[in-house]
């Protein structure tokens, strides 16, 4: 049976087409976030400008610094959320949802409204500060990249904090012993393949609950590499914990590009991997054999089983490729760095990857952006709490946290997982 047949085998719900379902969370969230910023405009206003330099020191191209008055913007900023709170308000209305589009001019407006505000009489360094977003933002995409192929498959991998921090183990000791960072790469993506195999051992071939089983082997990996490093590692550790970072790598002419080439262009291998995973998971998913049938016994594994798909031996190798792919974000933590292995480095990473995954709808792209965001909100903490902001600093730590419940609990609507998802398959 030709492949078109299998795509159209029970991946839609049997829902009439004339049937509109609303959800009112996004325009509603929007309007909340709309008053608290005004309210923080009102209660706590600060007068003078930011600058935003865009431009390094070693940079080819210079640009001017841009200076933005802290109430002018300030309240350009809230009126422009207004309207696109009211814009996805008549989208919700009229279709039944608000378009992507309208969350992410938001959020741009959002940002550049805070930034006023809070680095009013300061300087913010926009390449640093964007350069550090990707930076932070690197494990969380394959992390996430790991969980969309895991859930499309239909199998909630709750492990990926688990397998990050075993790439990351890996990665530190290999490179260490070997002085070679390729040979802790390629041990980190072994190393999250296995975590994955047990996840899909148990939870595929036995039957046992996928949620319990990540959670279980997040405290598994938690324990044994914190007792690992306590032991093993810290006795010796410049022969065991000393790992060889990655040499950065400037691309020619796109390095020298105003703003982003500093931030996207001079970057290391591990990076420059991270864009090609992301375009090859997009396309392979959704232009390709392999993710036409990744997809099926996702959403309707009985009838990828009547046309001779084997479920849940596709369901097997897919979640080893995806503990694979976030057993190398792992290595970012270590020799992507060249820092020292230390206890729960991850810090709940794969948790906020496992977030963009739900944020980002399953969707690779869409993940991707979601996890840049979660980036940007760390680098955000980092640079304001360096210029002197006065934003509490138990605020800045939140900050991440904060954005996280903020996308996944109200801005990103009505989503729905895979049909078939966390739910096993048996045969007949």
């Keep these: ?43 706590a206003p600060r007068e003078g400008a930011a600058t935003l330099r865009l431009s390094g020191d070693s940079d080819a191209i210079q640009l001017p610094p841009l200076l933005l008055p802290v ?31 309208i969350v992410s001019v938001y959020i741009l407006f959002a940002i550049v409204g805070f930034l006023a505000w809070a680095a009013a009489g300061a300087t913010i360094p926009v390449v640093g500060l964007l350069a550090g977003a990707v930076a932070l933002a690197v494990p969380l995409i394959y992390g996430a990249l790991g969980g969309v192929i895991g859930e499309r498959a239909g199998v909630v991998n709750i492990a990926i904090e688990g397998q990050l921090l075993a790439g990351a183990f890996t990665a530190a000791v290999l490179s ?19 975590v994955a195999a047990v ?23 938690i324990g044994l590499t914190s007792f690992l490093f306590s032991q093993v590692l810290q006795p010796d ?11 950065r790598i400037q691309i020619p002419l796109l390095s020298d590009i105003p703003v982003l080439g500093p931030v996207l262009f001079r970057q290391t291998i591990l990076v420059y991997v991270m864009y090609l995973a992301v375009a090859l998971v997009y396309v392979g998913m959704f232009h390709t054999r392999w993710g036409l049938r990744l997809r099926a016994v996702g959403e309707h594994p009985k009838a990828a089983d009547t ?38 480095m991850t810090a709940g990473a794969g948790f906020i990857a496992l977030a963009a995954v739900i944020f980002g709808q399953w969707d690779p792209i869409k993940a991707t952006l979601a996890a840049l965001l979660f980036g940007f909100a760390s680098s955000l903490q980092n640079t304001l709490s360096i210029i002197g ?32 998802d966390g739910k096993p398959y048996i045969k007949g």
């Design 176 to 194: 260490s012993v070997t002085r070679q960072p390729l040979i802790g790469l390629v041990g980190a993506m072994i190393a999250g393949a296995l």
């Design 389 to 420: 902001s006065p934003v509490p600093s138990e605020f800045m730590l939140m900050l991440p946290y904060v954005v996280t419940i903020f996308v996944v609990a109200g801005v990103v609507g009505k989503s729905r997982a895979p049909a078939a």
């Design 71 to 101: 109430t002018a913007t300030g309240w350009v900023c809230v009126a422009f959320m207004l309207a696109l709170t009211a814009a996805a308000l008549y989208f919700v209305r009229a279709q039944g949802r608000s378009p992507l589009w």
């Design 237 to 247: 550790a410049t022969t065991l914990n000393s790992p060889v970072r990655f040499d």
């Design 307 to 344: 046309v001779g798909i084997r479920v849940n031996a596709t369901r097997f190798w897919n979640v080893l490729l995806a503990g694979a792919i976030a057993g190398l974000g792992g290595t970012i933590f270590t020799i992507g760095n060249g820092i020292p292995f230390n206890k729960e």
């Design 1 to 43: 049976m030709s492949a078109p047949q299998v795509s159209t085998a029970g991946l839609m719900p049997d829902v009439p087409s004339t049937t509109v379902v609303r959800s009112f969370k996004v325009p509603i969230a929007l309007g909340a976030f709309t008053a608290l910023f005004a309210l923080l405009m009102l209660l």
């Design 199 to 221: 996840l899909a051992t148990f939870a595929i071939t036995y039957f046992v609950d996928q949620v319990i089983v990540g959670v279980v082997l997040n405290v598994l990996v």
